[in-house]
Structures are given as C-alpha cells and as structure tokens.
T-cell receptor
Framework: NAGVTQTPKFRVLKTGQSMTLLCAQD?????MYWYRQDPGMGLRLIHY???????AKGEVPDGYNVSRLKKQNFLLGLESAAPSQTSVYFC?????????FGPGTRLTVL | AQKITQTQPGMFVQEKEAVTLDCTYD???????LFWYKQPSSGEMIFLIY??????QNATEGRYSLNFQKARKSANLVISASQLGDSAMYFC???????????FGTGTSLTVIP
C-alpha cells in the first residue's frame, strides 16, 4: 500500500519551460489536492478535485492547471514556469477527515 | 483575516518535558474540523490528531493531545514526554463545515534539547 506518491521528487526548470507533476493515490479517496509550501507561509492550496473529472481553484491557482481524468491520479501542470513558482509542491488525498500527503516535489525555476 | 494563526515561530523543550504549541482559528461555521500535522526535516507531512467542533472531549493520540477551547477558538497541541524525534515543524489546519478546503497555519518549529 503506497498511499500517496508524487513524481518527480526534484526538478529544475528554466523560465518559460513547461512540466507536469503527477500525483497518484491507491486509497480510493474522492478528494485530491495540490499545495505549494514556501518558507514562512505554510501550505497554500493551488487546486483541488472532489472526484474524477472535476477540479476547482484554491487560494493560489494562477499559473497552474490541473486534470483528474482518473480517480487515482491528479496532475498539476505549469505551462510557462516562472521563478516565483520555485517551491515545494505537495499532493494530498482525503476521505472525510484528515488529508494524507505525498512526499513532495522540490521544483526550482531558474 | 487569517483562518489559522500560529504565533510561535520556534519553540524549545527539554527532552522528557511536555510542550504546548499554540493555534487559534477563525471561522463562523458551527461545524468544522481541526488538525495537527508534523513535518520532520525529511519533508513529509504526517497527520497527528483531529478534533471535531462538536466533540465534547479533547482528542488524544498517544503522547499527543489537543487542548480544544471552543469559546476562545483555540486548538493547542500538547506533546507529553518529548523525545528527540519530536523535533520538527508542526502545522495546525482547519476544514470548515463540509467544505473541501483545508487552511493551514504558518507552522511552529519545535526543537527538543537532550
């Protein structure tokens, strides 16, 4: 039982490049989330999904897109990366109560 | 206004002593949930404890307990008998009603001193 996994663990991009972060969960959770964590700011919600085929904006959605084509996967896309998107990205899934987090992806945009 | 406020950027505690990490929240909902997470230096987020707004008793999970004071809108985490492995960042979070969003505080860095 892997829980929540994230791919890749680390990535360095140049400004303007695009990339997709993959989140997968094997707990059959309906809800999935993408957060970014920056020093001194805690976790901020980017986008979330309440089920397959549905997505919604969170607190800081600009510059990101998401897709939930399958219940177990939640993709986060950066179409044109900017240095301000340098951060640690966490995916989480939940059922009713607590969220369960993936190990995080450290992204650096040069 | 901030939904979750953690006013202690850093805390120190002697090994085997108890420590309280503060958390206050802001909501007008009657139904909500409060959570604490631990983030060690390795980076993963670990769920520790949950308190529902209608729960009459304070939540406990092993050495963790949540001091829930509804009227004061506080949900402090108490760690008893601190261990060196408790050194980490601790985040308080809230989920309002049946909402899908979780709101996190900025965290408290706890250092346990041998």
């Amino acid at each position: 039982n892997a829980g929540v996994t994230q791919t890749p663990k680390f990535r360095v991009l140049k400004t303007g490049q695009s990339m997709t972060l993959l989140c997968a969960q094997d707990m059959n959770h309906e809800y999935m989330y993408w957060y970014r964590q920056d020093p001194g700011m805690g976790l901020r919600l980017i986008h979330y999904s309440v089920g397959e085929g549905t997505t919604a904006k969170g607190e800081v959605p600009d510059g990101y897109n998401v897709s939930r084509l399958k219940k177990q996967n939640f993709l986060l896309g950066l179409e044109s990366a900017a240095p301000s998107q340098t951060s640690v990205y966490f995916c989480a899934s939940s059922y009713r109560l607590a969220q369960y987090f993936g190990p995080g992806t450290r992204l650096t945009v040069l | 206004a901030q939904k979750i406020t953690q006013t202690q950027p850093g805390m120190f505690v002697q090994e085997k002593e108890a420590v309280t990490l503060d958390c206050t929240y802001d909501t007008s909902d009657q139904s909500y949930g409060l959570f604490w997470y631990k983030q060690p230096s390795s980076g993963e987020m670990i769920f520790l404890i949950y308190q529902g707004s209608y729960d009459e008793q304070n939540a406990t999970e092993g050495r963790y307990s949540l001091n829930f004071q509804k009227a004061r809108k506080s949900a402090n985490l108490v760690i008893s008998a601190s261990q060196l492995g408790d050194s980490a960042m601790y985040f308080c979070a809230m989920r309002e009603g049946l909402g899908n969003q979780f709101y996190f505080g900025t965290g408290t860095s706890l250092t346990v001193i041998p």
